[in-house]
């Protein structure tokens, strides 16, 4: 993934990403070719390392079996945090018209995919992604019922062993225009990514615009 410095996302940011329990495309190599699946994966850190991300996959999905097979299978997982159109009107200034463009945060993590084909195994990461998301409901389900139900999923796990993150939220403008972009978000309806911007875009134009003011003060 291609990230300009001003771009890259802090390792706090990342981590916040991973832990929303949101949906991403799981990416691996098969015998076809490159597959995607769209599916929720919890992130559980290790204490040492990158952690691990844990799911499911349905039995009839075939992008696990490569990962069954004995060799290593590299998985990119890719997740998403808050992104919206951002309209031309709201970068430009009367000294500095702009063009339309698109903000977003998103993460991506490399690791080995393995397979988990042990029933409690699979039990344990479908209640802890439902609690994630407070449903209890798998917890209070015939035992039969749940029984069926996991003879027809697969449980994945990626080891990660890298991560990158990349935040294109307009924090290389001035602080009046990423100001502008937060209003526009919000009149439109677009709190998630307003709120994420006011939280760490505002904060970065602004130290950015103070640390200029002090060079040109300095200046002969």
Partial sequence: MYIPAHFAMTPEQIAEVLASGRAGDLVTHGPEGLVATYVPMLHEPDGTGFGRLVGHLSLVNDQWRPGEAGEPVEALFVLHGPDDYVEAGWLS??????????????????????????????????????????????????????????????????????????????????????GQVIHGLREAGSRATADWMEEHSLPRARAKADLLDGIRTRRP
């Fill in 93 to 178: 200034t009367p000294a500095s018209p702009n063009v339309p463009t698109w903000n977003y945060v998103t993460v991506h993590a490399w690791g080995e995919l393995v397979v988990h084909r042990d029933p409690e195994w699979i039990l344990s990461v479908v209640r802890r992604l439902s609690r994630a998301h407070g449903d209890a409901s798998v917890d209070a389900m015939d035992s039969a019922a749940v029984d069926k139900l996991l003879r027809a999923i697969v449980g994945v796990e990626v080891r990660i062993t890298r991560v990158d993150g990349k935040a294109k939220m307009s924090q290389n403008k001035s602080p009046q225009v990423v």
